[in-house]
């Protein structure tokens, strides 16, 4: 079985441009999760997606955004980038809770976004 | 304020030898816990989870045990192999119908030769 797939693995970006990242979830999982990995801050979560519905939202600016469509492949969007959003982007899929005896989030390889 | 602690950012061990990192939490409302451990510039692996509705569970090289009174959960891995060094992070995920997981700062865990 394919694992999580995430595009670009890496983006050069400058300030205040905007910026598309891509997942792919494992075939099956229809909830997606977006986290930021930074240095300072660990991994911090953005936001949740399950069945096209965002279920719930981090502590983030408005400027992170983000989708799923109906095959569950998600995309967060970034706008008016900043310097501080320079950061490890990972995307995870799980089956939601409660669907399997047990449970379990995988992650993707990440795009390691670079804002210049 | 955390809600997973990880007191210690790195564990040096000997290959062959006990490896055991430690978590923390204080959110109640945790009920599920999960282990992963990462390399630099790569997503974090999945390694094995534990429900609160257990104190232990095992998979292969790797033991997570959960004390709940506590608020304390540890991963155990024997024997430990340089193959393991890695950073390890702990995440927490309550009960309410989302997907988000809550991890830990991570402990770096080196297994020496």
């Known amino acids: 079985k394919a694992g999580v797939t995430q595009t670009p693995r890496y983006l050069i970006k400058t300030r205040g441009q905007q910026v598309t990242l891509s997942c792919s979830p494992i075939s099956g999982h229809r909830s997606v999760s977006w986290y930021q990995q930074t240095p300072g801050q660990g991994l911090q979560f953005l936001f949740e997606y399950f069945s096209e519905t965002q279920r719930n939202k981090g502590n983030f600016p408005g400027r992170f955004s983000g989708r799923q469509f109906s095959n569950s492949r998600s995309e967060m969007n970034v706008s008016t980038l900043e310097l501080g959003d320079s950061a490890l982007y990972l995307c995870?899929?799980?089956?939601?809770?409660?669907?399997?005896?047990?449970?379990?989030?995988?992650f993707g390889p990440g795009t390691r976004l670079t804002v210049t | 304020d955390q809600q997973v602690k990880q007191n210690s950012p790195s564990l040096s061990v000997q290959e062959g030898r006990i490896s055991i990192l430690n978590c923390d939490y204080t959110?109640?409302?945790?009920?599920?816990f999960l282990w992963y451990k990462k390399y630099p510039a790569e997503g974090p692996t999945f390694l094995i989870s534990?429900?609160?509705?257990?104190d232990k569970n095992e998979d292969g090289r790797f033991t997570v045990f959960l004390n709940k009174s506590a608020k304390h959960l540890s991963l155990h891995i024997v024997p430990s192999q340089p193959g393991d060094s890695a950073v390890y992070f702990c995440?927490?995920?309550?009960?309410?119908?989302?997907?988000?997981?809550?991890f830990g700062k991570g402990t770096k865990l080196t297994v020496n030769p």
């Open positions: 995870a899929s799980s089956l939601p809770r409660g669907w399997s005896e047990t449970y379990e989030q995988y």
């Open positions: 995440a927490a995920s309550a009960k309410g119908g989302s997907e988000k997981l809550v």
């Open positions: 534990i429900s609160s509705i257990k």
């Open positions: 959110n109640s409302m945790f009920d599920y």
